[in-house]
């Protein structure tokens, strides 16, 4: 599954899945710094139960990894993401 990196202007980014110029799902955040705030995770509803919320997530973890940034969650479905998995404690804020 392809993610694609878009520039929303502002310090604003997403990471959207997009079919036909149908966006499928997104995770948005703003970059202060060295910091991601990821303000809200997108699935549309024919594709929701199906795991790219959390592919997702995995995926803005991975650019915070390779960026060494640090993610502080306020979108609540990533904010519950990060408390049920030890898997993003390098990550937290």
Same mark, same amino acid.
């Given at each position: ?31 202060? %710094?060295?910091?991601?705030?990821? +303000?809200?995770? $997108?699935v549309k &509803? ?6 790219? #919320? ?5 995926? %803005?973890?991975a650019y915070?990894? +390779?960026?060494? $940034?640090?993610? &502080? ?6 904010? #519950? ?13």
């Open positions: 599954m392809e993610f694609k990196l878009i520039e929303l202007g502002q310090e604003e980014f997403a990471f959207r899945n997009e079919d036909g110029g149908t966006v499928n799902g997104e995770i948005t955040w703003t970059q202060m %710094a060295d910091l991601m705030v990821v +303000e809200h995770t $997108y &509803e024919e594709m929701r139960n199906q795991g790219l #919320a959390k592919k997702l997530v995995d995926r %803005a973890a915070a990894r +390779e960026n060494d $940034y640090k993610i &502080e969650p306020v979108c609540s479905y990533v904010a #519950a993401v990060f408390e049920r998995s030890d898997e993003y404690e390098d990550l937290k804020a």
